[in-house]
């Protein structure tokens, strides 16, 4: 255990990238911690990193080089080995904003990861400077002030083809899966820590690899996820799904689409999972058609739509 | 009744004018509808007329004039009326901002009044439309994001004396009240609705006349409370009493010191009043030292500071 | 203005009286005042009256008489001589436990309503007296805790007629209304006071009289509604539709079928009416068709279930 | 890392067992699962093994055995190798009920401590069944309704000699210290998560040792925490501290004292740490004077006080 220390930080491509800048500035609140070329490092204020998101101006949408941060620099050898001995490496480079050497691999389904140790914690200037010294940066409140990059879910043709990968090679624990009536499986949650989920994989409805299916800000409280929905409702930011609540992995959810095309979801709450031999929920394909936790039918375009759009 | 519809707007002087509208635009979320020379006119997203506080910069802190919207035309003269016949009118003035003629007056404490029924309803500029219809403003979530003006707290040498002047001479109703063990009244809560406070008249430990405790502004759950505490304390507001429910109308609440020195309320919650004949409660000397609702025992400053200061 | 105060207390009819009952004690959380042959009377700890419910055993599901409150003793003179001048008028009765002389009419669409003054207000016995001197009962936190009755929506043939009849005789303002593009109405939300809605009227889908669309009882903040559908769902309560944000009103929701098939909601939220000559917002059917606040679809079951059912 | 996976369950020993029982069942809202004797075996909704709390029926207070399991059969024999190197084993037990072999200890302050691996996971009956699947037990919503065992704070005579047991011996991560101006440790805040604190060293200002400050019950929420204080203070529950936030660890609390005299903590938030590499946060005597989060000055009782008294 304890290979991997969190997931993080992600880039995403955006088609256009001044609206998107704005969406993740004015209404997720997040702060620019820095600019280079079509680049912009995107920080929440509870990040301890420098930055946890790369917004890249882009001809396309979807997500670009996911990051894993390793427990150690042993650790970091040892999953470079195992990677390697998996046959998805890709080799050393040199890391990114305040982030030392990473190993590029890909997951089987073939987006790009970077495994790294090495990173800079966030040093706020003064008008960021918060007054309490465990936390790293100041809390403005502006728009839904996304406190930090929380989960990421990406598509796959073969769910658990990558689950495996992620569980055997990268050292995630499973906490939730579904498992549909002919035996094939349509997502997986995994974590590194206690938090119900930091990386999921569901089924890519058009059989497509390396898509996007959403990046998850958190925010403390529910109400902040209402809140939120207040806010985008009035910005006319397209709300995918209304905040409810999840049946896997009991978080509340709010969905849209910021201006790219890319889904992003404002989340809190999630079950904790303290017991160290936790058995994996597995959901059936019946126990799905539910809806979420109170009841509330999935939208259909949560199953088909990933970026880059199909 | 309902001789009068609600309190408000109201005027506040400060002697460091630009910081004080910083602290309301920036920190309380509030809107600039209009500024005429030393005056800024500003709005909270929920504020139905177009502005809910004048700001003043001037030379000294408190309240100026405090506005009381009558119910209608004919509740208007009745009031001025009985004013008159009080002997505490002044004559009428030719309004403010978006305000038709209002009629001037004194408490017997000798805050300034005006009292008025024309008035213009907000009509929000494109950028600050909200979706839906049945909202004056847009929500933008900016800082606290407060969403209008809730109620004043005034100071009063004779607590009792403005009290029953304001049952019954302008209508109000007396929901709760502290009376001493000398006899004397230390506070009055009175409200035009079914809102448990709109005008509330503490004693004034200086014994001097017209000055100010408070100006509370609402937003809707305790969360917003809690979090307008973290975005004060990282932005160098000073707290004066940190959130907690009052004993007395149970209010949540949050106070702190806007840069002019005028102490101001974030506030939710509180009862409801549905009886027509509902008794009006009476707290004693010896309730009132068991604190706040939760035991919280009221800072000293809260029952001496008021502005402008002595 | 000010002629009624406000509405309740409500009977309700079941058809499984044993499980209704426990339904509004234990999930619910209210308290049992008194019990009267196939009636039992219920309060929540909010309410100032002994009842706010009366439950009865019957063979059939629905509404029976829906209380008013008059303002004075002088105000239900005026408002009995207004109905009975509108033909709708059938007596006085004795009035019910606790409440003194109520007059018996029926609206237009033939549901009982019953006018009245004089009530007894709560004496908790010592087990359920609260702490505060300004609360009714104590906070036992049972199930959902309910605070009181907040609002009833009552099913008619034609809307209008109804909501005219509550507007002209009985002395309703009215806040909110849907029309359709046939010019027909669709919905009309009425209030006594400044809170969003007391009295709602929408379509019945049937074309049937008489009907119950909804009773709705308050808790203070939106948690408490999502913590109700976690209380329901474990519960096996029905939930037609999950807790979030209504476009009319503003209302927070969370709608069930309690055992004996009535739909009951949990409310918190609703905008404040502060202006004496707010204008009626009109939504229109295309407007109706975005769904609730953030978007989320109406569950068909909604337009077109009542009790007692077709 | 990882050597240990969680803390508790945990003993505590009241000398009014009746009274202390109808506390954790009626107003904290944990679930009885079993009884021997003077102990009773209680449950909050959300723990996943049986029982997290053993109320002892005793002729004095304070806490029992802690205990920590193991993160795995080996990491529990390597911890059992490093505490009997430390000098502070005493051997092998039997268990507990739903609990496997269990080895013995001391910490230098001489609180008794059980470490194992094997328990047994719950297994609900009907009337307790959740609906999700993923949930331990139902949410009846009794009471506070405490989800489960959080975190224990324990007092010392030396602080810094107990930390660094933990941290060396155990295992535990240090992630708050307070560190007074004469060098001597005030406090110790450590975790085996990402979760801010799970057991806590405080310093005992008598001088005493074996006691216990306080155990920690979490609910998800904010809200949750207020709506406890609203039913401790109508049921008579002593409030020593008002809910509120803390400067360390971020925690919201609310504190008082059960009726056997043991202090208790309802609790949410707090920070999650991410970072492998966190620096210990070091809190100076002088930043402790500013008070809690939000400038809320700690009661005298707090740092006094603690079980068994004095």
Redesign the interface.
């Given at each position: 255990?304890?290979e991997i220390?969190?997931l993080g930080p992600v880039e995403m491509f955006t088609p256009r990238g001044d609206e998107s800048l704005a969406f993740f500035v004015d209404i997720m609140?997040m702060e620019i911690e820095a600019q280079k070329g079509p680049a912009t490092y995107l920080r929440g204020w509870?990040d301890?990193q420098r930055w946890s998101l790369k917004l890249i101006a882009s001809d396309t949408s979807g997500m670009g080089v996911l990051g894993i941060?390793a427990?150690?620099p042993a650790a970091l050898e040892r999953r470079v080995a195992a990677i390697e001995a998996a046959g998805l490496g890709e080799g050393w480079a040199g890391g990114d904003l305040g982030r030392g050497p990473s190993y590029r691999f890909r997951d089987p389904d073939g987006h790009r990861f970077e495994l790294y140790y090495e990173c800079e914690?966030y040093d706020p200037p003064d008008h960021l400077r918060?007054?309490?010294?465990?936390?790293p940066g100041?809390?403005?409140?502006?728009?839904?002030?996304i406190k930090r990059l929380d989960h990421v879910n990406i598509l796959a043709a073969d769910v658990r083809a990558n689950r495996e990968f992620c569980v055997d090679t990268l050292g995630y624990r499973l906490y939730?899966r579904i498992e549909l009536n002919d035996g094939s499986e349509a997502g997986a949650w995994m974590s590194a820590?206690?938090?119900a989920h930091e990386l999921i994989y569901t089924r890519d409805a058009r059989g497509l690899t390396g898509r996007l299916h959403h990046l998850a800000f958190w925010v403390?409280?529910?109400?902040?996820c209402?809140?939120a929905?207040?806010?985008w409702?009035?910005?006319?930011i397209e709300?995918e799904a209304?905040?409810?609540?999840h049946?896997?992995?009991?978080g509340f959810f709010l969905y849209g689409i910021e201006p790219g095309g890319n889904r992003v979801e404002v989340t809190t709450?999630g079950?904790?999972v303290?017991?160290?031999d936790?058995?994996c929920?597995v959901?059936t394909e019946e126990?799905r058609k539910k809806g979420?936790?109170?009841?509330?039918k999935t939208v259909e375009s949560f199953h088909t739509y990933g970026t880059p759009p199909a």
């Open positions: 255990m304890s220390a969190h609140g509870g301890y941060r427990w150690s914690r918060p007054a309490l010294k465990n936390v100041r809390y403005t409140g502006r728009g839904c002030a939730e820590s206690i938090a403390d409280t529910r109400e902040e209402l809140r929905a207040d806010i409702l009035d910005a006319g709300i209304a905040p409810s609540k049946a896997i992995a009991q709450g079950r904790f303290y017991a160290p936790e058995p929920v959901w126990e979420q936790a109170w009841g509330v």
